[in-house]
């Protein structure tokens, strides 16, 4: 899957009193994208943890570049990078508000592979390796 596009519409409660995204939230459309790209390569977080692999994020990075605003209509596009994963996963996404073109927002994060049994990081699962563009 070279990049997929997670749809969102920002809600009343996710605004500061300023009336922008509250950068926090960020975070929670970056998860939901990536969640939502696993699913469509069909497999889901819980049939990753139920096979006794954690995916916990190590990093995160995000850039904000434009204001995102109550009722925005969001497009979160996300993608991995083409060589196959290892212990380490990384996503990159771009937040864009197709209505005007404006980039609200771009970032990326690592997951790395950790085996339930022993806490100790381990190699991506075979699952993982169809994921990368």
Same mark, same amino acid.
């Given at each position: 899957?070279t990049? !997929?596009t997670?749809?969102? /519409?920002?809600r009343? =409660?996710?605004?500061?009193?300023m009336?922008?995204?509250y950068?926090?939230?960020?975070? &929670? @459309? !970056?998860?939901?994208? %990536?969640?939502?790209? +696993? %699913?469509?390569?069909g497999?889901?977080y %819980?049939e ?6 954690s995916?916990?994020?190590? &990093?995160l990075?995000?850039?904000y570049?434009t204001?995102?605003?109550y009722?925005d *209509?969001l497009?979160v *596009?996300v $993608?991995?990078?083409?060589e196959p994963p290892?212990?380490r +996963? =990384?996503f990159? @996404? =771009?937040?864009? =508000?197709?209505? &005007? ?9 690592? *997951?790395c !592979?950790? &085996?339930?049994?022993?806490? %100790?990081p381990r /190699?991506a699962?075979e699952?993982? +390796?169809?994921?990368? $563009?």
């Amino acid at each position: 899957m070279t990049e !997929f596009t997670y749809v969102h /519409r920002v809600r009343y =409660r996710e605004c500061d009193p300023m009336g922008v995204v509250y950068h926090a939230h960020y975070v &929670d @459309y !970056f998860e939901a994208a %990536r969640t939502e790209m +696993l %699913r469509a390569t069909g497999v889901t977080y %819980r049939e990753i943890e139920q096979s006794g692999i954690s995916m916990p994020v190590v &990093d995160l990075q995000i850039s904000y570049q434009t204001p995102a605003l109550y009722d925005d *209509l969001l497009h979160v *596009l996300v $993608s991995v990078p083409a060589e196959p994963p290892t212990v380490r +996963l =990384r996503f990159s @996404y =771009r937040v864009v =508000r197709p209505a &005007d073109s404006a980039r609200i927002a771009k970032g990326t994060t690592t *997951l790395c !592979f950790i &085996d339930q049994q022993t806490g %100790r990081p381990r /190699r991506a699962p075979e699952i993982a +390796l169809g994921w990368h $563009s």
